[in-house]
């Protein structure tokens, strides 16, 4: 298998990884489903990019030129790192100053006051100081989920396959 792959295959695991943790971390009032789902299906698209990255070295290896499975794998592993990494951070941004203001409203009073308005605000319809307070999973897992994706996309690049240029062909006098 080549280094590529490989990193992709661990790219992958890792992401998977990341969303089963920040699932079983999660309050159980959040909607923790999207931090298993979300990471699984990016970790499943870089194993797919991972397989068509090794059957392009294998043809390759055959003497049959990389093939256009090969060329698609690694072109798009080499992207999606850096699409995963945009998205994960657009996401993070919003919920990182939710949480932030929240935190912010609940330190302008005494403890006491702090206390009766989160058990107040939790027992509200809409909750959402105590909504946002809950989400510290989700923006601890969507910077790391972020973060690793940078690295992936640094180590890919590092580790990327050689471009072989052919011959020319002689011109025809």
């Not at 661990?10 to 959040?30: K, P």
């Not at 298993?36 to 070295?57: F, K, N, Y």
């Not at 043809?59 to 060329?71: F, I, P, S, V």
């Not at 945009?86 to 929240?102: E, K, Y």
Request: one cysteine or more; glycine letters at 8%; aromatic letters at 6%.
């Amino acid at each position: 298998m080549m280094k590529s792959a490989f990193l992709m295959v661990v790219y992958a695991l890792a992401m998977i990884a990341m969303g089963v943790l920040a699932y079983l971390v999660a309050v159980e009032s959040g909607k923790a489903v999207t931090a298993l789902i979300i990471p699984a299906v990016c970790g499943g698209l870089m194993l797919v990019c991972a397989g068509l990255s090794t059957m392009g070295a294998l043809a390759q290896a055959r003497g049959k030129g990389a093939g256009k499975a090969g060329m698609i794998g690694i072109h798009l592993g080499l992207i999606l790192p850096l699409v995963f990494a945009a998205a994960f951070v657009l996401r993070a941004l919003p919920a990182t100053a939710a949480f932030l203001d929240a935190k912010a409203q609940l330190l302008k009073g005494t403890a006491a006051e702090n206390v009766a308005a989160l058990v107040l605000d939790r027992t509200a319809s809409d909750g959402e100081a105590a909504a946002a307070l809950g989400k510290d999973y989700l923006i601890v897992s969507l910077w790391a989920l972020a973060f690793v994706s940078v690295l992936a996309f640094f180590a890919i690049v590092s580790h990327r396959p050689k471009m072989v240029v052919s011959a020319k062909p002689a011109e025809k006098a």
